[in-house]
């Protein structure tokens, strides 16, 4: 299988635990994104990496959020001290590095804060 | 900013009936790009086409076909004779070239029902 993959598929925690969620991208792409998708909404954007600079951060990933890529493969998406209002989907995509290029989505890790 | 419109929440049809799935963007660069994904039950975003701002051609590809009217900054995505295989909620995208992060926009999805 060569798409994007994504590991768990689904996360349920306790509010105030960390999580990390795991992103494996389609390996000749240099670019990995990271979307927030709550129910009934479209991806939001979180942020996004070239290789493994991180070159982008949204409004909406706050310090609780961390993102990396440190050897420009794999990205891991890790959540501190999680809240009730961060249950949704978290979707990576990859692509190639020409710009605006098709993004690519892995199937998304489903978290829950209970 | 780029915004974009899919001002038709839900929309549910009898299997063989033609649908079109609305969108409208906004955008102030001149030079953009325009996505159609399509989420089934299992939550995978799949592509289904691109487009840039440049090539107005509309595109057809087996029963499916894409509108892309810069006018009126609408990218509509009609599916002809629809079959339950299609229910899944649709998402249009858009991306700007001045945006350096490359990220998308996202519309808020169409929700389509095919009912046998």
């Known amino acids: 299988d060569t798409g994007v993959s994504q590991n768990p598929r689904h996360k349920i925690t306790k509010r105030g635990q960390n999580v990390t969620f795991r992103c494996d991208p389609i390996s000749e792409h240099n670019r990995l994104y990271w979307y927030r998708q709550t129910l009934g909404q479209g991806p939001e954007f979180l942020t996004y990496?070239?290789?493994?600079?991180?070159?982008?951060k949204s409004r909406l990933l706050s310090d609780r959020f961390s993102a990396e890529r440190p050897k420009g493969s794999f990205s891991t998406l890790e959540i501190q001290r999680t809240e009730q209002g961060d249950s949704a989907m978290y979707l990576c995509a990859s692509s190639p590095s020409t710009p605006q290029e098709t993004q690519y989505f892995g199937p998304g890790t489903r978290l829950l804060v209970l | 900013a780029q915004k974009v419109t899919q001002a038709q929440t839900e929309i549910s049809v009898v299997e063989k009936e033609d649908v079109t799935l609305d969108c409208v963007y906004e955008t102030r660069d001149t030079t953009y790009y325009l996505f159609w994904y399509k989420q089934p039950p299992s939550g995978e975003l799949v592509f289904l086409i691109r487009r840039n701002s440049f090539d107005e051609q509309n595109e057809i590809s087996g029963r499916y076909s894409w509108n892309f009217q810069k006018s009126t900054s609408s990218f509509n995505f009609t599916i002809t004779a629809s079959q339950v295989v299609d229910s899944a909620v649709y998402f249009c995208?858009?991306?700007?070239?001045?945006?350096?992060?490359?990220?998308?926009?996202f519309g808020p999805g169409t929700r389509l029902s095919v009912l046998p």
């Open positions: 995208a858009l991306s700007e070239a001045a945006n350096y992060g490359q990220n998308f926009v």
């Open positions: 990496f070239q290789n493994e600079a991180q070159l982008e």
